[in-house]
Each structure stands twice: as C-alpha cells, then as structure tokens.
C-alpha cells in the first residue's frame, strides 16, 4: 500500500474547480509538513502549496500563481490533506502529487521545494481546458 494516494483529479473548463485529496497509510499527517506539488509536460516540478504540522500550527503557504485560488486544509479523522483549487486556469494543467516531510519549512516564503520531501504519492493529473 502506498503512503501516499491521491485522488480529485479531471479535466475541467477554465473557471472551474477541483478538490484534490492526499491521503496517508501508515503514517499520522498531523506530525508532517504536507506538500502539493505540480509538473507539466516539458517543466520541472515545482512546490505550489504546504501546510505545516499541527505541532507548528498548521501554517500553511503557497506560491504567487495559486495564491487566493487554492487552499489547503487537513482533516485530522481522516489523515487526508486536500487542495481545494478554484478559479482554475489552463495554466494549471499538471500532474499534481503530494508529499510528506517532517522537517521543511512552509510559509509563503518558504514554499515547497520537492527535493526536500522524501515521501511521494503517485499523483493525479488535473486539465484545464474548454
């Protein structure tokens, strides 16, 4: 069983939204920096989103491009941290996945870099077109 799964993925017109979920098996998220991370095709991956873990308040932070349009939460009952994505742009279009670290930092300062996480789920691809 993986770590990591995450589901709420689909194609979707501009302006549209998605609720994607991350959720984790054999491992409590609440003692985890959680990160959404998204790559398209011929890009690097890039850390869009984090949320801290509940011993640091669950700070959360987010890049530039998704700020005000994405939210992520965490539902401590079922170990699952989501992204809630809305105003979606086809720029958006990407394969998005989650991530687990204990250490990182998050703020929007300090967005996710993926070569700090360790624990990966298998991603879910999200398009945005009409």
């Known amino acids: 069983q993986l770590p990591l799964v995450e589901s709420g993925g689909g194609l979707v017109q501009p302006g549209g939204s998605l609720r994607l979920s991350c959720v984790a098996s054999g491992f409590n998220t609440d003692h985890y920096v959680i990160g959404w991370f998204r790559q398209a095709p011929g890009q690097e991956r890039e850390g869009i989103s984090c949320?801290?873990?509940?011993?640091?308040?669950?700070?959360?932070g987010y890049i530039d491009s998704v700020k005000g349009r994405f939210a992520i939460s965490r539902d401590n009952t079922k170990n699952t941290v989501y992204l809630q994505m809305n105003n979606l742009k086809p720029e958006d279009t990407a394969v998005y996945s989650c991530?687990?670290?204990?250490?990182?930092?998050?703020?929007?300062?300090?967005?996710?870099?993926?070569?700090?996480?360790?624990?990966w789920g298998q991603g879910t691809q999200v398009t945005v077109s009409s």
């Open positions: 991530a687990a670290e204990s250490w990182p930092l998050c703020s929007d300062e300090e967005p996710p870099r993926p070569t700090d996480f360790g624990t």
């Open positions: 949320i801290s873990a509940v011993r640091d308040g669950s700070t959360t």
